[in-house]
């Protein structure tokens, strides 16, 4: 759950959203959830944006734990797995699949 670039013009349209939203008669409601998000920032953003200081935050206290990436490879290699050569997954010379 990264920050992209279309995340990011969402929430500024939501935000440009609210308050016509609101002046319609149709509250929207507006939930972000982030284990490494900046709560208060995003609550001043949304405030600035017509939210009429109306912007709760609630905080969940939790655990990390110690993440180690690993690719395909290395669990190939932890494990002695080797695809067999007539295996439809495996690659023939040249980088294609084998069409079994």
Excluded: I, W
């Amino acid at each position: 759950h990264e920050r992209t670039l279309q995340g990011d013009f969402l929430m500024a349209l939501l935000r440009d959203l609210l308050p016509k939203r609101r002046a319609a008669g149709l509250p929207l409601k507006v939930v972000l959830m982030s284990a490494t998000l900046d709560a208060e920032m995003f609550a001043q953003y949304y405030r600035h944006g017509g939210a009429h200081g109306n912007v709760p935050c609630l905080a969940a206290g939790g655990r990390t734990f110690p993440v180690q990436q690993l690719y395909l490879e290395d669990v190939y290699e932890a494990t002695g797995y080797r695809l067999a050569a007539d295996s439809p997954a495996a690659l023939k010379a040249g980088g294609a699949r084998r069409r079994g």
